[in-house]
T-cell receptor, first 116, second 113 residues
Framework: NAGVTQTPKFQVLKTGQSMTLQCAQD?????MYWYRQDPGMGLRLIYY???????DKGEVPNGYNVSRLNKREFSLRLESAAPSQTSVYFC???????????????FGNGTRLTVT | DAKTTQPNSMESNEEEPVHLPCNHS???????IHWYRQLPSQGPEYVIH???SNVNNRMASLAIAEDRKSSTLILHRATLRDAAVYYC??????????????FGKGTKLSVIP
């Protein structure tokens, strides 16, 4: 079982370039998430998708867009990259049910993005 | 989600028990206490969660104070692979907000051979 797979693992962009971070899960989870982690800080939620067909903003959504392509895949797009978006990006997924706040999140191993 | 307070860092000798504390004095009655850990260069990994009673699983034990204002994650025998940042998180149901798992800075655990 691969779990949550993120591509690419590393990326360097120049200011103003665009790119899409890909995430796929094979656990049949309904909910998926994008977080960013900056040095010495905890994770901050960018966007989440409670179920296929829905997406919502998290704590730090500015400068990002997301697409829930199907149940397995949730992508994060940077339309015009800025140095402030240099970070490690983590995708996660979880079960959805009435007690969803109990269900553990399963994380990928991250995409390390540098914007120069 | 209510706030948690953890020590910035702790050290433990290999094969000894480790007690990682977490204070959450503003916890509400429906908040679950979750613990995750993050090994170097990896994504966070779920460890354990509980509501009121102490909980055990293959990775760790969770001891919850009677008033629920604090909890302790217990690693029974620390190994070098347990060196990680440990996050204590409160997760309560608040509609859309229940998806916003808030990670603080956590406790960096170092294990000494």
């Amino acid at each position: 079982n691969a779990g949550v797979t993120q591509t690419p693992k590393f990326q360097v962009l120049k200011t103003g370039q665009s790119m899409t971070l890909q995430c796929a899960q094979d656990m049949n989870h309904n909910s998926m998430y994008w977080y960013r982690q900056d040095p010495g800080m905890g994770l901050r939620l960018i966007y989440y998708s409670a179920s296929e067909g829905t997406t919502d903003k998290g704590e730090v959504p500015n400068g990002y867009n997301v697409s829930r392509l199907n149940k397995r895949e949730f992508s994060l797009r940077l339309e015009s990259a800025a140095p402030s978006q240099t970070s490690v990006y983590f995708c996660a997924s979880s079960e959805y049910n009435r007690a969803t706040w109990i269900s553990p999140l399963h994380f990928g191993n991250g995409t390390r993005l540098t914007v120069t | 989600d209510a706030k948690t307070t953890q020590p910035n860092s702790m050290e433990s000798n290999e094969e000894e028990p480790v007690h990682l504390p977490c204070n959450h004095s503003t916890i509400s009655g429906t908040d679950y206490i979750h613990w995750y850990r993050q090994l170097p260069s990896q994504g966070p990994e779920y460890v354990i969660h509980g509501l009121t009673s102490n909980v055990n699983n293959r990775m760790a034990s969770l001891a919850i104070a009677e008033d629920r204002k604090s909890s302790t994650l217990i690693l029974h025998r620390a190994t070098l692979r347990d060196a990680a940042v440990y996050y204590c998180i409160l997760r309560g149901y608040s509609g859309a907000g229940s998806y916003q798992l808030t990670f603080g800075k956590g406790t960096k655990l170092s294990v000494i051979p």
